[in-house]
């Protein structure tokens, strides 16, 4: 068994990545049914909100899933630390921030814990801190990026060269051959968010489903240079008026303002492209379809174990 798989117990090595407010019960939960690991995200969510969507996924799976907390960005950490040891969930992806303090924190409670790094640097720094699986985040990924820009393909083998920590590729992947191509990389597996939000069981507008379906490969666009605050968005309305902002000389404050997790609920559950952004990655320009979380775990697999059987297969050397 792959050796993620066996640490997080899962029956795929597919993660679900953290999604900020936009994280509803149904998705987690059916990832985690379907044998990957659901992720609920904490965003900026109250504690109050935060435990409602927990017993909404524990009322519809009893598989293992995972918090993840933008350490940075989350403005009730304690409380829901807290609540991750409540309702005794397995496994915290930590981001935006240091997670080195928070390491041993969680495990003493016998919590796994998963670090999310765009720099080698980073990856040492949470592999020597105990890090249960490092997640290596690429350029091509939906929503917050790190700034310094860097993309998975060259990333994932950085980082897998120099850390013990199982990795896990982000960013870019959305079928079997990205699967494939990760694990040949040497990463255990790979954490998604632009094609779990195009599933039937992602309860987002449309509008947004759509705009994935419909995009081609330069649909996406990268807001917040200016400020330090990179971010992955489809290319929408929304997304137009916050270049536009950029190119007045917006704050970072007025930056965070207008792309707070308000404006991303207008976007992405309200459907409202001209008053909210649409976190998305470059890899929508590969998504076609919607299909059910189980049929999607299920054809990646098959299709990575198929490219990868027709790839040897043409490598043969024949006397
Ligand atoms: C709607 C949405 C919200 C996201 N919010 C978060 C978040 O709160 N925390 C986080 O670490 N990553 C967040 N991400 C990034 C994902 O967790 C994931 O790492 C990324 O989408 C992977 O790249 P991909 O989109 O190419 O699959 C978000 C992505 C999406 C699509």
Redo the contacts with the bound molecule.
């Keep these: 068994m792959n050796i993620l798989c066996r640490k997080l117990g899962l029956e795929y090595p597919m993660l679900?990545?953290?999604?900020?407010?936009?994280?509803h019960p149904n998705l987690t939960a059916a990832i985690s049914e379907a044998g990957g690991l659901g992720?609920l995200?904490?965003?900026t969510m109250t504690p109050a909100e935060l435990e409602e969507k927990i017993i909404g996924v524990k009322e519809k799976t009893d598989k293992a899933f995972c918090m993840?907390i933008?350490i940075t960005?989350q403005p009730y950490f304690e409380e829901i630390v807290d609540l991750v040891f409540k309702h005794k969930i397995p496994v915290v992806?930590l981001?935006?921030g240091n997670p080195v303090p928070l390491i041993p924190k969680f495990q003493e409670k016998g919590i796994k814990v998963i670090c999310?790094v765009a720099s080698v640097k980073q990856a040492i720094k949470v592999d020597r801190a105990g890090a249960d699986v490092i997640?290596g985040?690429?350029y091509?990924?939906?929503?917050?990026n790190s700034n310094f820009e860097t993309t998975?393909l060259t990333l994932i083998p950085q980082i897998v060269n120099v850390v013990e920590a199982p990795v896990v590729a982000?960013?870019?992947?959305?079928d079997g051959r990205g699967l494939l191509a990760m694990l040949s990389l040497g990463a255990s597996g790979?954490?998604?968010?632009?094609?779990?939000?195009a599933t039937k069981e992602a309860l987002?507008h449309d509008n947004y489903k759509q705009l994935i379906t419909d995009a081609g490969d330069t649909d996406t666009v990268i807001v917040g240079r200016s400020v330090g605050r990179v971010r992955?968005l489809l290319n929408t309305e929304y997304a137009n008026k916050l270049i536009e902002a950029e190119l007045q000389g917006v704050t970072l404050e007025e930056f965070n303002e207008k792309t707070n997790e308000d404006c991303?609920i207008a976007g992405?559950i309200e459907g409202k492209l001209a008053k909210g952004h649409?976190?998305?990655?470059?890899?929508?320009g590969l998504i076609e379809d919607i299909p059910s979380v189980s049929d999607l775990l299920e054809d990646m697999m098959k299709q990575a174990t198929a490219q990868n059987e027709a790839i040897m297969n043409n490598f043969v050397v024949r006397k």
């Design positions: 679900q990545g953290g999604m900020g407010n936009v994280s992720t995200g904490a965003g993840n933008p960005v992806s981001s935006a999310v997640v985040e690429g091509e990924a939906a929503g917050i998975t982000a960013g870019g992947i959305g790979v954490q998604m968010g632009t094609r779990f939000i987002v992955r991303h992405a649409v976190n998305g990655g470059q890899v929508a």
